[in-house]
C-alpha cells in the first residue's frame, strides 16, 4: 500500500473539438502538450465512425482509449487517453455495450495484472440498474464509485478486493437522449490510480450553478474546498457553458484548483455528458 500521493497512470491526453467554421474536428488541447493536426489517429477514427468508445492494448505496457462526445448522435469532440501500465499495474478498461436480451455484456476490454478479473468479467451480464455498468445505463450520467472493493453496488466487490481494485468509473455514450450506444468502464487501484480525483456535477434547474455530487480522491489527496459552481465559473462552469471539453494546466484560471495542483496534479480536464441535445452533467478528471 502506497503511503504517499500515487501519480496518476495516464502519460498523453489529446482532445480535439469541432469547429464549425471548418466544419471538422481540430486539436484542442492536451496533456503534456495540445496534438498537432486533425484526429488521424486510427483509434480515435473507430470511435468517431462508430459513435462509441474503443480500447486497445499497444505493446506490453501501454494502453488507449478513444472517447467521442456525442450530442445526438453527433460527434463534437473526441478525447484520446494514453495509460502507461508498469509492471506492477493494475487496471482494467471495459466497454459494455447492450445484448439481443437487452442486457450489458463485456464486448471490449484491456487489463493489466488482473487475471482472474480478465477471465470471470466475459461471463458477467448488468441488468439495466445493476453494478456500475447498469447503474450508469440507468442514470444516463457518470457514475463514480470510491470504493469498488466495498460497494455493494458493485457486483464484482469480491473480485475487486482480491484484485486490490479500488477506484471505479463509469462513462455513458448515449446515441441519443434516451438511447444508450455503450459504458466505458475504468477500474484502477490505490497505488496505481488512473486519476488523482474525479467529480461529477449536475445544474440547477435554473442553469445558474453546478452542484458536486459525486467524488472520489486518491490516497493523500485533499479535496478543495467547493461544493457549488456558477455558471461560466472556473473549470467546470466553463465546460457547461461552451459545452466542450475544458482543460487547464495551473490554477491560474480557477483558484479552487490551487490545492490540487499543489498536491502534485498535472491537469484538470472537463469533460461534458450529454443525453440528446441535453448537457446534463460534467465529469472533472485530475491527473
Known sequence: MTTTIAPSVLTNISVWVHNENAGQLIAACGYPAAPEGPPNHDLIQQAISERRSAIRSVGEDTLEIALPILITNEVVAAILFTVHATDDCKIALERWSRTDRD??????????????????????????????????????????????????????????????????????????????????????????????????????????????????????????????????????????????????????????LVPLFDQGARFALALPIFNGDRLVQVLTLWG
Open 103 to 256: 442486457e450489458l455484456g463485456l464486448t471490449e476490454s484491456a487489463y493489466r495484472g488482473l487475471q482472474h478479473f480478465e477471465t470471470i468479467s466475459p461471463y458477467v451480464k448488468f441488468p439495466r440498474g445493476s453494478g456500475l455498468p447498469g447503474e450508469t445505463w440507468d442514470d444516463r450520467k457518470s457514475r463514480i464509485i470510491a470504493r469498488i472493493d466495498q460497494s455493494k453496488a458493485f457486483m464484482r466487490a469480491a473480485g475487486a478486493r482480491k484484485e486490490g481494485l479500488r477506484y471505479g468509473l463509469g462513462i455513458p455514450i448515449m446515441a441519443t437522449e434516451h438511447e444508450l450506444e455503450c459504458v466505458l468502464v475504468i477500474l484502477s487501484t490505490v497505488d496505481f490510480p488512473f486519476q488523482q480525483a474525479m467529480e461529477t456535477w449536475l445544474p440547477s434547474e435554473d442553469q445558474t450553478e453546478l452542484s458536486l455530487v459525486q467524488s472520489s480522491y486518491a490516497v493523500g489527496i485533499t479535496p478543495p474546498p467547493r461544493s457549488a459552481v456558477s455558471y461560466g465559473e472556473g473549470i467546470v462552469g466553463q465546460c457547461y457553458a461552451s459545452r466542450i471539453p475544458v482543460m487547464m494546466h495551473n490554477a491560474d484560471d480557477d483558484a479552487t
